[in-house]
């Protein structure tokens, strides 16, 4: 049986970076090997690292006699991108079948006060720098819609974390305290890529936020390490936030609001190709002037399709939903 700390050794990779197309370089040529056109766009690679073992927070759908629970953590571009996939890492109970991993679902956040009720009602600690009240609905995607589609690998049969949060979302609980459970990676694909703008700053910060549903058990999602700054910027990382439908539309902070005395990352990644000179959303020629990027930058929006695993009808309706 391996042990967390082998895995983790095993699976080692940098803390919450972005790559471009300099440390990319050769996985371009690799690509650009099996294109009948040349690729040109800036590879997009995020990570906030592999699990370390501190805790487990629920992100489930809801079901019949499951409330939905919702656990985000925040990332950053510094150009519009094109997000294509994603991984997360969490425990299911022991002996679960992957196919029992049965729906997973994805949402992004702008950063409250976006997309919110400002001020907000002040039944939670704080809300700043939390998650907004509700998703960037455009950038939704959910394999039960056809999506996004995905797969799930056994990584470790056992691991205990000391710490969880599942039922106890409410200031001061501590949480639910050790759980264990079986870890698993879930590799996601967006069959309709997900386009996401930056703003007039320089870069935008947004949360990321899975769910999965698993037959007779639950996903909780696994923490990572949390550095202070996001590398090459001055832009403050952000801590980890949960709500369930009882909360919502507030959230709380994981560590400072339930736990206590401490901050928590999540652990995911997310992979793509940036666009910088995509349109800007709302404006009447932002469609034309994105599918314009897309072909400058793929040499065709079909050989776009292509490295996206994606139609150019799917990439033409994605880019509709970015310029909505």
């Known amino acids: 049986m391996k042990t967390l700390k082998s895995f983790l050794i095993a699976m080692r990779t940098p803390r919450k970076i972005v790559v471009s197309r300099g440390r990319l370089i050769g996985s371009v040529l690799a690509l650009t090997a099996g294109l009948a056109t040349p690729l040109l766009a800036t590879p997009f690679f995020f990570t906030t690292g592999n699990p370390n073992g501190k805790l487990a927070s629920l992100s489930r759908r809801s079901a019949p006699g499951k409330i939905e629970t919702e656990t985000a953590d925040d990332f950053f571009l510094q150009d519009t991108t094109v997000i294509r996939s994603a991984t997360i890492t969490g425990l299911v109970p022991v002996g679960t079948p992957l196919d029992s991993i049965r729906d997973v679902e994805v949402e992004i956040y702008h950063v409250f006060p976006k997309d919110s009720v400002s001020p907000p009602d002040n039944k939670v600690p704080s809300r700043v720098n939390s998650p907004g009240d509700v ?28 710490k969880s949060v599942v039922n106890n979302i409410s200031v001061g609980s501590g949480g639910d305290g050790p759980a264990t459970g079986e870890a698993v990676e879930i590799t996601i694909h967006f069959t309709t ?132």
């Open 193 to 324: 890529p997900i386009i996401l703008p930056v703003g007039i700053l320089p870069g935008d910060q947004y949360f990321f936020r899975p769910e999965v549903l698993v037959t007779g058990g639950n996903f909780l999602y696994l923490s990572t390490t949390k550095p202070a700054n996001f590398p090459g910027t001055t832009t403050p990382d952000l801590q980890a936030w949960i709500r369930n439908s009882n909360l919502a539309p507030d959230w709380l902070r994981i560590g400072t609001d339930i736990i206590g005395g401490t901050t928590f990352n999540m652990s995911f990644s997310l992979s793509g190709f940036t666009v910088p000179e995509a349109g800007t959303p709302g404006q009447a020629n932002c469609h034309g002037v994105t599918i314009s990027a897309l072909a400058a930058e793929f040499g065709s929006v079909d050989a776009a399709a292509r490295t996206f695993g994606a139609s150019v009808k799917t990439v033409q309706n994605a880019v509709r939903l970015f310029c909505k």
């Open 135 to 162: 998703e960037i609905a455009s950038a939704t995607r959910d394999s039960s819609r056809g999506t996004l589609s995905f797969n799930a690998s056994l990584a470790i049969t056992s691991v205990t974390v000391p």
